[in-house]
């Protein structure tokens, strides 16, 4: 967590309660609730008094102890004043669970349905303009499909579209009338562009032999990969030029997530030593370094 009186991270507790992998973590836009999602399933965390709160029931196929959680979201409405989340499964499940009534704790589960061909869902993402909410995911079979969700009916089909040999690793809406997408290719570094109206890709750059992870600015101007090799680096979105690397020198080499700081200043991401980086953006000098564990993998992380 930032510390108040200073730009340095300090901890402010430990959540205990999954017995196993986290593959996923997405705090709300009000930043009052950590969704965390793993081997064992979903759990959404009070982080005021960090606390987990009771999770709704659901459908039997999302209670499968096989099917982990492998991404997720928190949709964010302007007008509306109740938390939505929405995430995927291995077993290509998709779920959506609700705020209801006036209780932080009151969640419902509004969607709970396997798509496309039951692969895994390799990453999710969201756009809502005005009335119109997508949701858009990125599946293992390389396939990218958009829904429609207008919060009290089932997720109605925009379109679905098969890369020829892209696997998603992380899926992007353009914020604009558009509804562009970007798709992060995790085996080959390609950065695909499909335009919003009819899946055309539009545009493909390439920002290196492996993306493990990527995230983009809220200027859309920007985005940082995983490099899995190397560590991660930073990229003009226009064209996936390089602009910046911040080495961490991996010993073992798998996907870690890497974000953006709150104020885009900031570069967070995992380690394969129990460790946590942050770097200055700019500069690309490292500013500290947090402990997670002693020997730990830390593939997962959020601000």
């Known amino acids: 967590m930032p510390a108040k ?9 430990r959540l205990i309660g999954h017995k196993n992998a986290i593959n996923c973590l997405t705090i709300s836009n009000n930043g009052s609730l950590l969704a965390s ?32 959680v492998t991404c997720a979201c928190w949709i964010t409405r302007q007008e509306a004043v109740r938390e939505t989340l ?50 858009a995911t990125g599946m293992r ?16 089909p925009v379109f679905s579209i098969e890369l ?18 970007l798709v992060f290719g995790m085996y080959d570094g390609e950065v695909h562009a499909l335009r919003g109206t009819d899946r055309v890709i539009i545009a493909m750059n390439n920002a290196g032999p492996l993306i493990g992870h990527a995230s983009v600015d809220n200027a859309q101007t920007l985005f940082l990969i995983d ?17 910046r690397s911040y080495n961490t020198n991996p010993i073992k080499t798998f996907p870690k997530q890497v974000v953006f700081g709150k104020k885009t200043d900031v ?3 995992g380690s394969d030593a129990g460790i946590i980086y942050i770097f200055d953006k700019n500069e690309g000098t490292l500013k500290q370094v947090l402990k997670h564990a002693n020997k730990a993998r830390v593939q997962t992380v959020t601000v």
């Open 267 to 269: 570069v967070v991401g």
């Open 37 to 68: 999602g793993g081997s064992d399933g979903m759990i959404i965390w009070d982080l005021k008094r960090q606390l987990q709160l009771p999770s709704p029931r659901q459908n039997m196929g999302l209670q499968n102890p096989v099917d982990p």
């Open 5 to 13: 009186a200073c730009k340095d991270y300090h901890l402010e507790g």
């Open 164 to 181: 020829n040999s892209t696997i998603p690793r992380t899926i992007n809406f353009n914020h604009t009338a558009s509804r562009n997408l």
């Open 86 to 135: 929405c995430y995927g499964t291995g077993l290509g499940f998709i779920g959506i669970w609700q705020q209801q009534g006036e209780g932080i704790e009151d969640f419902d589960a509004k969607v709970s349905r396997r798509i496309g061909t039951g692969k895994e869902i390799m990453c999710i993402t969201y756009d809502h303009a005005g009335d119109d909410t997508c949701i």
């Open 141 to 156: 079979d390389r396939r990218v499909q958009v829904w429609s969700f207008d919060f009290k009916g089932p997720l109605i």
């Open 227 to 243: 490099s899995v090799t190397n560590g991660f680096s930073l990229h003009r979105l226009d064209d996936a030029v390089c602009i």
